[in-house]
């Protein structure tokens, strides 16, 4: 069935360093792709978002691309801080209205 | 704060019992979503609210149920509880119906523990 997958289920950087998370997805009909950040005890929160139309977006600090070609999405985290680590999980839709399916996260640790 | 409230933040009852989680979404959006957060699964979803009707139900179980009332908040109903039933609950809003136009705000949850 469709479903939106993380390549890792947890990744460990130092601080000052780029993170890269990984998502790949398998409904090749997903147009809308958004990227959530959860705090521990705290509900997700929107990242950033990004449609089909586009390979690349950028916002403070954090980029997303979209492969379509292989059906990969990534989020980047320049400069990664403490308040960083988290639960990433990416999410993905079509803008005809199907199911926002979410993946299964990774968790972001960020060491000093 | 997301504009999404969640009420209670922390619940604990006994098995057996039947509980209500309420749910305020932002002002200016008239869907409500409802999901499900286990220790060792991902966000499930559960059901949809849009302006009041149901609009799209996941893997809800019967012994739950939800509604969304007129000033659009929405009550999610979990009754002949189990063990099984302690996770995160969230609520979710959005301005349409269609997720892939608009997105989610989230709430910080409701944490049920069941004893």
């Known amino acids: 069935g469709e479903s939106v997958g993380l390549h890792l289920p947890t990744l460990s950087v130092q601080e000052g360093d780029n993170s890269i998370i990984n998502c790949a997805y398998s409904n090749s009909a997903s147009d809308y792709f958004i990227w959530y950040k959860q705090e521990s005890g705290k509900g997700p929160q929107f990242i950033i978002d990004i449609r089909s139309n586009m390979d690349k977006r950028q916002g403070q600090r954090v980029t997303v691309l979209l492969n379509k070609t292989v059906k990969h999405l990534s989020l980047q985290i320049a400069a990664t801080q403490p308040g960083d680590s988290a639960v990433y999980f990416c999410?993905?839709?079509?803008?005809?209205?199907?199911?926002?399916?979410f993946g299964e996260g990774t968790q972001l640790t960020v060491n000093p | 704060d997301s504009g999404v409230t969640q009420t209670p933040k922390h619940l604990i009852t006994a098995t057996g019992q039947r509980v209500t989680l309420r749910c305020s979404p932002r002002s200016g959006d008239l869907s409500v979503y409802w999901y499900q957060q286990s220790l060792d699964q991902g966000l499930q979803f559960l059901i949809q609210y849009y302006n009041g009707e149901e609009r799209a139900k996941g893997n809800i179980l019967e012994r739950f149920s939800a509604q969304q009332f007129p000033d659009l908040h929405s009550e999610l109903n979990l009754s002949s509880l189990e063990l099984g039933d302690s996770a995160l609950y969230f609520c979710a809003s959005s301005v349409g119906w269609e997720e892939g136009r608009y997105g989610y705000t989230f709430g910080s949850g409701t944490r049920l523990t069941v004893v």
């Open positions: 999410a993905e839709c079509t803008t005809s209205g199907s199911r926002l399916t």
